[in-house]
């Protein structure tokens, strides 16, 4: 809850009341503090910035806009840039060079403390969706050896640089992970307890060279605060912390919302995406999607003169259509979501294409049933159109309830085949599966209508 208002924000810097400013801000939270910022005037952004004590400055720095960032780092001197830099940890460093241009980025690099350099090119050797690239380096090791005295002095002695202290990890000399243990444990332990008497060694730990989206949800399903990666020997070289398992978890589903909506994901907010961006983001997707529903003017071309002979049918296809769609788009939502989570794999495929198909039968048998009454009840006794006979009332119902049926299992499968070749599931989404979806109901439609209506 905030202590202090924009407006009051804004009469204090006016009044020139700077004590009054660093103390009210001092109260504040980061991300509130950021979001005043963004609201201020530049001008002012730099001297209430420099108010706020170094801890304060780097947590808030970290909430800020890549904008507001650039143009504070701009305004920084040498040594105000290399403070904020030792206040920052690794992980949100490596981010913030990823957002910046390479000029700026070039003076980050050049202003970092030597062993920060290190690590900050270490991070970012790793491929960008792996593990080690989301991975800090700043945590806390123990030796198995240590007492629990031992330990706490450790704690205390490195504790203040590190991104979380709950959980520490116990390594031997050679540095490769051995076990985990938590504060809580040392804080109940016997003082002359040695670390390797209480340490878990059934480690729960990600490679260096996973994708982060994995890991991220290891983090979610065993409810850790941390994650330890080590690299192929079992070294432990970094841990992904809950904070940034949550960004990846929430950027991932951004992207795939973006996907599965026909866009191409961006980093950036859409009030600060430009017109070209979104034009870009936009137009393959849209020119794709138009070049495919080729396919389906073709089928309908195909059957123009059989169509000619009942043109009660065309009415009907628009229903058709977009009942194929939509049920398609329910199981492909599902199974996205699944694979996303890990609730799914490739191995359960063939389980969910009978669930799938149960469910689509159901459905499509009801929304059959419940189509011909409409059709018979509406189209044909109160509004009186009299093609709508009996043959064509099976016709448009069995198309409606093979559709519905056939699009549950296409929807279910097609990301299933996209995480066996290794694309993004999310790319077989709705747009992709209404395409196929609709060709394949009008060949289901216009087949039942050749053969039963014998056109």
Request: proline share 4%; charged share 25%; glycine share 6%.
């Amino acid at each position: 809850m905030r202590t202090i208002t924009l407006e009051e924000l804004k009469e204090l810097i006016e009044s020139k009341r700077y004590g009054a400013i660093k103390r009210a801000l001092s109260e504040e939270y980061p991300v509130d503090i950021a979001e005043m910022l963004e609201e201020l005037p530049f001008e002012w952004v730099v001297p209430i910035f420099r108010l706020l004590p170094k801890e304060l400055g780097a947590d808030t720095f970290i909430e800020m806009g890549s904008d507001l960032q650039e143009r504070l780092i701009g305004g920084f001197s040498d040594k105000e840039l290399r403070l904020l830099l030792n206040e920052m940890y690794v992980d949100d460093t490596v981010d913030l060079i990823e957002e910046m241009p390479a000029n700026v980025v070039k003076r980050i690099l050049a202003t970092a403390h030597p062993e920060m350099r290190k690590d900050i090119n270490e991070i970012l050797a790793y491929p960008k969706d792996s593990a080690g690239s989301v991975m800090t380096t700043e945590y806390i090791a123990l030796r198995s050896f240590m007492t629990v005295v031992e330990a706490f002095e450790k704690i205390r002695r490195v504790g203040t640089n590190s991104e979380t202290m709950y959980t520490c990890y116990v390594t031997n000399k050679k540095k490769k992970l051995i076990g985990v243990i938590t504060v809580k444990d040392l804080l109940l332990a016997d003082p002359e307890k040695t670390v390797g008497d209480l340490m878990e060694t059934n480690i729960i730990c990600a490679h260096t060279d996973e994708n982060k989206e994995e890991v991220s949800n290891r983090i979610r399903e065993y409810g850790l605060l941390a994650l330890p990666v080590v690299d192929k020997d079992g070294l432990l070289v970094g841990i992904v912390t809950v904070d940034d398992a949550f960004d990846i978890i929430s950027q991932e589903s951004e992207e795939d919302f973006s996907k599965m909506a026909a866009t191409a994901p961006t980093d950036l907010p859409y009030t600060k995406t430009s017109i070209f961006a979104l034009f870009k983001a936009r137009f393959p997707w849209l020119l794709l999607l138009t070049l495919s529903a080729t396919f389906t003017g073709a089928i309908i071309s195909s059957f123009e003169e059989k169509l000619a002979a009942c043109a009660v049918l065309i009415g009907f296809i628009p229903m058709l259509m977009n009942s194929g769609g939509n049920s398609g788009s329910q199981a492909s939502v599902a199974v996205i979501r699944g694979l996303s989570l890990g609730d799914l794999e490739l191995k359960d495929a063939f389980k969910v294409l009978f669930k799938e198909i149960a469910v689509g039968a159901m459905c499509g048998l009801l929304l059959g049933l419940c189509n011909a009454l409409k059709m018979l009840l509406l189209d044909r006794l109160i509004l009186g159109n009299v093609e709508v006979n009996l043959w064509v009332i099976l016709v448009v119902s069995l198309t409606l309830a093979l559709t519905v049926m056939m699009a549950k299992a296409v929807g279910c499968l097609l990301p299933f085949g996209a995480k066996l070749i290794r694309l993004d599931p999310a790319v077989m989404a709705a747009p992709v599966i209404s395409t196929l979806v609709d060709a394949l109901s009008l060949l289901i439609y216009f087949g039942f209508a050749v053969n039963f209506l014998n056109l």
